[in-house]
T-cell receptor, first 110, second 117 residues
């Protein structure tokens, strides 16, 4: 079966660092994706990991451990505009369809 | 980056009518598109995989006669919600990946909000 877990909600302070964890158990694995979604809008791509290790892209970094079925998204120097839902997704199957976790709603406070 | 466009962005219809949502890849070709559904404050639920020139592959629990998918060309997929009912009200989002690209980023359309009265 497919199971992707991430915390439902998190809060953080502007300027701080926050780590959003994601664990997965899927029947196939073609890569792990993180997307950001603001309310009422479509998701926007943040990162993609297919090999173990850390991928850094500006203020955002993503880590993957395939043996542990674990990933995290690290957001540095938080800004108010980072308040959004963060979706962890696993690519699976011949078409590499994305299966999404429930999403983590992040609230950034002044 | 690549652009995926959905139309209409919002639609309100009466119960029992059918609604068609279009998904277009504007600057790339996509043999495969994916249709998702999202309820308020919930994550995206994959409904089906749309394949150009062949039948769509539906996820378990999704009624294929209720949600008709047609992938007529390499740049267009349509989702038709047939005989819509209030419980079909939701945010429908399509996504696509470039031709022959089986890994990497999936590009999402803007989404279509359906309200069935």
């Amino acid at each position: 079966g497919q199971n992707i877990d991430q915390p439902t909600e998190m809060t953080a302070t502007e300027g701080a660092i926050v780590q959003i964890n994601c664990t997965y158990q899927t029947s196939g694995f073609n890569g792990l994706f993180w997307y950001q979604q603001h309310a009422g809008e479509a998701p926007t791509f943040l990162s993609y990991n297919v090999l173990d290790g850390l991928e850094e892209k500006g203020r955002f970094s993503s880590f993957l451990s395939r043996s542990k079925g674990y990933s995290y998204l690290l957001l540095k120097e938080l800004q108010m505009k980072d308040s959004a839902s963060y979706l962890c997704a696993v690519g699976s199957g011949g078409y590499n369809k994305l299966i999404f976790g429930a999403g983590t709603r992040l609230a950034v406070h002044p | 980056g690549a652009v995926v466009s959905q139309h209409p962005s919002r639609v309100i219809c009466k119960s029992g009518t059918s609604v068609k949502i279009e998904c277009r890849s504007l600057d790339f070709q996509a043999t495969t598109m994916f249709w998702y559904r999202q309820f308020p404050k919930k994550s995206l639920m994959l409904m089906a995989t749309s394949n150009e020139g062949s039948k769509a592959t539906y996820e378990q629990g999704v009624e294929k006669d209720k949600f008709l998918i047609n992938h007529a060309s390499l740049t267009l997929s349509t989702l038709t919600v047939t005989s819509a009912h209030p419980e079909d009200s939701s945010f429908y989002i399509c996504s696509a990946r470039e031709l022959r690209e089986n890994t990497g980023e999936l590009f999402f359309g803007e989404g279509s909000r359906l309200t069935v009265l």
